[in-house]
């Protein structure tokens, strides 16, 4: 019995690394790589190398002056029983909580107000004034503003028959003083956004639930509030990683005082590497606020998507 021949195929062809660099080194590809080249470098070097150096400075004893000792997860293990971390976590989130909460609901009025009555240019660059001014120039000139001899706050407290405050000075007041002052600065900002956002909701609905006997309070609630989703939840969220990283103001105002009333978690990695030279726990301490904000960017990016489903 004749039997066939055996028939081998043939092997696949292998993929030359000529082809590789002809497919992501040409035509419009290679433009692609020219235009970002120079922001690559950039984060490469400004970001990529210091984030992954500042990961392995967390892992030693290190005050700048001597060799750094490798002392493992020494130093996050000391965070876990340092108070001075939990209330850096508690003062921090009691601003978070002022700032936001404060904020977030006068920054739907003022863009509910501008939708409703103006929309006029010179209003809204008014509003955004304090949000062009850098924060030392807002510590300071809320410093004088809030002094408890010569300050124009605390003037008119006295003409009024009452005694002069100290709201920087006393543990109770600062937190809620550092929120107002950032709450003045960002106000114009946030509701210039939401008035943003407004203006991108299709008008015919509202005539629509006009015409359904729907009044104002209604249309808002049921209309304005879910159709802004996704913009109060940008605004929430990157409201929250800015309070998280606020520095200048409490540098300038209260250094962490009184009694570590205002000792945010900035001011603590400061006082940690500049003051006390712990610069392997001060990286470890901003390792932990890194990977705060990337669970909050994370819930916000879910929050986003959500709405956006709906």
């Known amino acids: 019995m004749q039997t066939l021949p055996e028939v081998i195929s043939p092997a696949p062809p292998r993929r030359s690394h000529s082809k590789w660099i002809k497919r992501w080194f040409r035509g419009e590809t290679l433009a692609a790589w020219i235009f970002i080249f120079p922001s690559l470098v950039g984060f490469i070097t400004f970001y990529a ?11 030693t004893n290190w005050d700048m002056l001597t060799p750094a000792k490798y002392v493992g997860l020494g130093n996050y293990v000391r965070m876990l029983h340092d108070p001075d ?3 850096a976590i508690k003062v921090t989130s009691l601003f978070v909580f002022w700032n936001i909460s404060i904020q977030t609901v006068l920054a739907l009025l003022l863009g509910v107000i501008m939708s409703r009555l ?4 010179v209003v809204r660059s008014i509003l955004l004034l304090p949000w062009l001014l850098s924060n030392v120039v807002v510590a300071l000139l809320w410093s004088w503003l809030l002094d408890p001899t010569l300050g124009i706050v605390n003037v008119f407290i006295k003409l009024l028959g009452m005694e002069s405050v100290a709201f920087l000075g006393l543990p109770q007041t600062a937190i809620p003083t550092l929120a107002i002052i950032t709450i003045w600065r960002w106000l114009g ?15 015919t609905i509202y005539e629509a639930a006009a015409v359904d006997g729907a009044g104002e309070w209604n249309m808002f609630w049921r209309i304005t509030l879910p159709l802004m989703r996704p913009i109060l939840s940008f605004v929430i ?19 962490g005082g009184p009694i570590n009333a205002t000792k945010v978690f900035n ?19 901003s390792v932990v606020l890194f990977l705060i904000l990337v669970v909050v960017s994370s819930v916000q990016m879910r929050l986003f998507r959500t709405s956006m489903a709906d």
């Open 237 to 255: 969220i990157t409201s929250i990683i800015g309070s998280f990283q606020i520095f200048d103001i409490v540098a300038i105002t209260t250094k």
């Open 49 to 59: 190398i210091p984030t992954v150096r500042g990961l392995m400075v967390s892992f």
């Open 189 to 203: 900002y946030t509701g210039l956004l939401i008035f943003a956002g407004m203006q991108t909701i299709d008008l």
């Open 267 to 285: 001011w603590l990695i400061f006082e940690q590497a500049f003051e006390r030279f712990n610069m392997g726990y001060a990286t470890a301490l």
């Open 85 to 87: 971390f939990w209330n």
């Open 118 to 121: 103006t929309k006029s240019t």
